[in-house]
């Protein structure tokens, strides 16, 4: 829940415990009116009427009324004040319970992250480690053959080095030697 929604949520509260504290006092309000109009019908009963104390009573009756008529409209009012107000906590509420379910789904996956990078990252390194076991088979296959070639060079070498290119003369001819200067 982020802290627009708690101030929103907290200030609906505070607003509906003001709003049954106002209602509970057009309650006692009504109670007492209602009280006062049954003991002044009741003492009417019982006295008769004077003119000018019915006429009185009779004003003070229509002034209850309307008063009376009022605290009913008022607290018809505050009754569907109460009702949309409730009527948002609930949806609030329902947000909230999704927020946080989503939240805990979020929190789930975010944690199965690393494994799920961790296998990824494994099924990708398969290929890899065959192309590197293939490239160091084919490393030793070459080193084999060019220690072999080196090998054959070498024995080859030491062959014809042991030979010394010396042109051949035929023993048969007879012939003076040719000299390369006097000595």
Do not use: C, W
Not at 35 to 48: A, P, S
Request: net charge neutral; hydrophobic share 30%; no cysteine.
């Amino acid at each position: 829940m982020n802290i627009t929604e708690n101030t929103n949520v907290n200030s609906l509260h505070s607003e509906i415990a003001r709003l049954k504290d106002d209602l509970q006092m057009r309650d006692q309000l009504v109670q007492q009116l209602s009280q006062e109009l049954f003991r002044l019908v009741k003492g009417n009963n019982q006295l008769t009427p004077q003119p000018e104390v019915s006429e009185r009573h009779k004003a003070e009756m229509r002034m209850m009324r309307e008063q009376l008529q009022e605290v009913e409209e008022q607290v018809t009012f505050y009754q569907q004040q109460i009702a949309g107000r409730d009527q948002e906590i609930y949806q609030l509420r329902q947000s909230v319970q999704e927020y946080s379910d989503r939240n805990r789904m979020l929190e789930q996956a975010l944690q199965e992250l690393p494994q799920i990078y961790r296998r990824k990252f494994e099924e990708r390194m398969v290929p890899v480690q065959e192309k590197i076991e293939q490239l160091q088979r084919e490393n030793r296959q070459l080193h084999v053959e060019l220690q072999s070639v080196s090998y054959r060079l070498a024995v080859k070498t030491r062959r014809t080095t042991n030979k010394v290119d010396l042109p051949e003369f035929s023993r048969g001819l007879s012939g003076p030697i040719p000299s390369f200067g006097s000595m």
